[in-house]
């Protein structure tokens, strides 16, 4: 991928974009976050504040086109849902821009992103939880090297429980780089 992918920290001028993907019919089936701008507006402000989780933006070549939630799986409603370590991480996302879908960008964004989660070096597992009917995210989770545990109910959906473990992230990703360096 001849591209530059990069991350963000948002912040809170970033609320009515992230509120008009939270609008996007790709997007609110499974965010079920399609609320009026008044009531998103303190959702994001709280998400924002709270400190086991850190909001990004994703970008591709300088332009904005994702959004990211990282979090610590402690302290979070996914720790009933097996035994996570102290520094196990989690991680939500979606692509708001509707020309970046279907171009093949989600998986090397993911990438980007867990490779960012096990600069940690604590962390020895990413964590996903998509809503179980999201097919194409579990098919993108399953190619960036997540297993598929077990589906699991959250308060707000069905998920399918998903473990990316660091050996296997590490040696599936650090061979095809040198793969294709060689």
Not at 99 to 104: A, I, M, N
Not at 111 to 119: C, E, I, T
Not at 129 to 144: S, Y
Not at 145 to 160: M, N, S
């Amino acid at each position: 991928m001849q591209r530059t992918l990069s991350f963000r920290k948002a912040l809170m001028e970033d609320v009515a974009l992230v509120h008009k993907w939270m609008n996007e019919d790709h997007v609110h089936p499974f965010w079920q976050l399609n609320l009026p701008f008044d009531r998103f507006k303190k959702h994001y402000r709280k998400a924002l504040d709270d400190t086991h989780q850190t909001l990004y933006l994703g970008m591709i070549d300088g332009e904005v086109m994702s959004y990211w939630e990282a979090y610590w799986v402690k302290g979070d409603v996914l720790e009933n849902s097996y035994s996570p370590k102290a520094y196990d991480q989690g991680i939500h996302l979606l692509i708001g821009e509707k020309d970046y879908l279907g171009s093949g960008f989600a998986l090397p964004l993911l990438r980007a992103m867990v490779r960012l989660q096990f600069q940690y070096d604590a962390t020895t597992k990413v964590v996903a939880e998509p809503d179980i009917r999201n097919d194409k995210m579990i098919h993108i989770f399953e190619n960036c090297g997540f297993t598929p545990i077990a589906p699991i109910q959250l308060p707000d959906k069905k998920a399918q429980l998903m473990f990316c473990e660091r050996e296997t992230f590490e040696s599936r990703w650090n061979d095809e780089y040198r793969k294709a360096n060689l």
